[in-house]
């Protein structure tokens, strides 16, 4: 007989490992931010009828709807590293001593934080290329479309923004990691 599986709270992340308090609240944020989904939705809908029904379409509705799902798709690199769901082969993983894995974990903190500072400086860059006039006048980065947005500039501002918020979990995690208590019990000392 099958096993009754709680698909709402395996969606709402029922399974996942939150280890700090910045995971926490990074996590609950998607609960918010994931509306932006709908509202890119909701513009598409509303760009179809105008067009195709009414003959009028807009002309700032795909800026709108691209920017929302950008912002969306950058959020969610956080949101995976706070639910600890980011990629891992598991057979490996799970198939090794506590001790081992507290050392795998604290490489790939390493890692990881060397690629975020990377990414951080990278995205810095942009920031101000795309914020600043070569004067130094605040001047924002627009999609150079009829309509102009500033999407460009404020998407940068939020990889800028993804990748310092990740550098800062990794870091936690790493401290967590050094700090994470790997003696067996006696009575699973016996097992492994």
């Known amino acids: 007989m099958a096993e009754d599986v709680d698909i709402a709270a395996i ?5 996942e490992e939150i280890r700090t308090g910045l995971d926490r ?5 998607s ?24 003959n009028s379409p807009t002309f700032w509705a795909h800026e709108s709807t691209t920017f929302l799902i950008a912002a969306t798709f950058l959020i969610g690199g956080p949101i995976a590293l706070a639910r600890d769901k980011h990629i891992r082969v598991r057979m490996f993983y799970d198939g ?5 894995r507290r050392v795998i974990d604290i490489f790939n903190s390493i890692i990881a934080l060397l ?19 070569p004067t ?6 627009g999609t150079g479309t009829s ?3 500033p999407t460009p500039a404020l998407l940068k501002l939020l990889v800028l923004i993804c990748v310092a918020t990740m550098f800062v979990q990794t870091l936690l995690h790493l401290v967590s990691a050094i700090r994470r208590d790997v003696s067996v019990p006696s009575d699973r000392a016996e097992e492994n």
């Open 136 to 141: 130094g006048d605040l001047r924002l980065e």
């Open 147 to 149: 309509w102009n947005p």
């Open 25 to 29: 609240a990074v996590s609950n944020s």
């Open 115 to 133: 690629f975020f500072f990377g990414l951080a400086y990278a995205g810095w860059t942009m920031v101000g290329k795309s914020w600043l006039s």
């Open 96 to 100: 090794i001593s506590p001790a081992r």
């Open 11 to 15: 969606a709402d992340g029922g399974d």
């Open 31 to 54: 609960k918010v931010l994931a509306w932006g989904i709908f509202l890119a939705f909701a513009i598409t809908v509303f760009e179809v009828i105008s067009r195709y029904v009414f």
